[in-house]
């Protein structure tokens, strides 16, 4: 069974930071562009953040554009998200998936909550 399990979340002051992990397992990851989404209380899922499937080429949404980083690492199956000087509109559970261009997303993960507040 394909597996995408997010890690890292948690509460945390505005200005601060938190990174995200995503272990993959029982699919070949390093054949996969991944992608990081989040879904805001009453809001719809937005893309957040991309990166091709070599680590080379990487995407951002505007609103995070210089706050937060992707990377990943195929020997450890695993993607992630530094998200730096954090908003409380950055409030959201977090979801990686993997993605085959033009297709979209293939896979998800479960989701892990960030929360951003005084």
């Known amino acids: 069974q394909v597996q995408l399990v997010e890690s890292g979340g948690g509460l945390v002051q505005p200005g601060g930071s938190l990174r995200l992990s995503c272990a993959a397992s029982r699919f070949i990851f390093s054949t996969y562009a991944m992608r990081w989404y989040r879904q805001g209380p009453g809001k719809e899922r937005e893309l957040v953040a991309a990166i091709t499937s070599g680590g080379g080429s990487t995407n951002y949404a505007d609103s995070v554009k210089g706050r937060f980083t992707i990377s990943r690492d195929n020997a450890k199956n695993t993607v992630y998200l530094q998200m730096n000087s954090l908003k409380p509109e950055d409030t959201a559970v977090y979801y990686c998936?993997?993605?085959?261009?033009?297709?979209?997303?293939?896979?998800w993960g479960q989701g892990t909550q960030v929360t951003v507040s005084s």
């Open positions: 998936a993997a993605n085959i261009p033009p297709y979209g997303p293939h896979y």
